[in-house]
């Protein structure tokens, strides 16, 4: 049994699972055989330090799949903000056809992108801000519920509640993001009006993710009460995987650190790359959502999608299918 979506429909995919961007994850090691199982992997913009750099890992990924994918850009306030409109000018150069888009006032770059025929998913973390982009334009959203990795809004509404609220307001096609790791999370979400599920944590622990052996199994041996919410104070949530490093940024907020220079040097990305470039779990930041607590294999990707196909196929044929008696 397949099962067919809006969003598997309209966007072209076989199966209705998406690896969302990542920062230092989504490159094409990680964006290939996810496209090869037949769902969508983003490859992160951002994580490429020049438009040139993106431009060759956008055609390094075509080496490794000739199956749709296509790449997160993410929008964020800052004082010297990267050169977007290159970053946007190798997508379209690229031929990419899908593109997630996150963060601050997306307008201009998904103007930018439907002029040249490119989908754009865009991720939200409210009910309100997924009206706002649907009326932007976009394709289809992506609402992360409270307990995902990253940034999940100020509002600490989780996904059983979001993702209905979201169904009974927008009209384009919609994708869960948050705690999903399995067929259970696939069928959940469907149930609750999703038309898909983007997953990150979940993608981070397969053998293809290009990050340490050590976080992997740091992820493994975790449970779902082994994350921190970093910048509370500062209006700027993260979720973080619960390491030395997020606990020390948690003590300097309580003790009343509310300015970002007050934390800067535990939280920059240097610190964190070197973290991850050495293996060390405890030597900087690192998203992870309370997910961690539903993981217990290092799967390859194919392994993974099949995995989760499978079961959400029982759910839906025996389990469900039984209790109508």
Known sequence: ????TRFTEEFGIEKPIVQGGMQWVGYAEMVAPVAEAGCL????????PTPEALAKEIARTREMTDKPFGVNITILPTITPPPYAEYRQAIIEG???IVETAGYKPQEHVDHFKAHGIKVIHKCTAVRHALSAERMGVDAISIDGFECAGH???DDIPGMILIPAAANKVKIPILAS????????????????????NMGTRFCVTKEAPIPESFKQQMVANDERQTDLIFRTLHNTARVMRNAVSQEVVAIEKEGGAKFEDVQHLVSGKRGLAAMRDGDTDGGIWSAGQVQGLINDIPSVAELIDQI???????????LRAMRG
């Open 309 to 319: 196909m499978g079961d959400a196929e029982a759910i839906i044929d025996k389990r």
């Open 152 to 154: 999940p809004g100020e």
């Open 1 to 4: 049994m397949a099962i067919k």
């Open 41 to 48: 992997g983003f490859l992160t913009a951002l994580t490429q």
């Open 178 to 197: 948050g705690g999903i790791a399995d067929g259970r999370g696939l069928v959940a979400a469907l149930a609750l009006g999703a038309d898909g599920i």
């Open 95 to 97: 031929g990419i056809k």
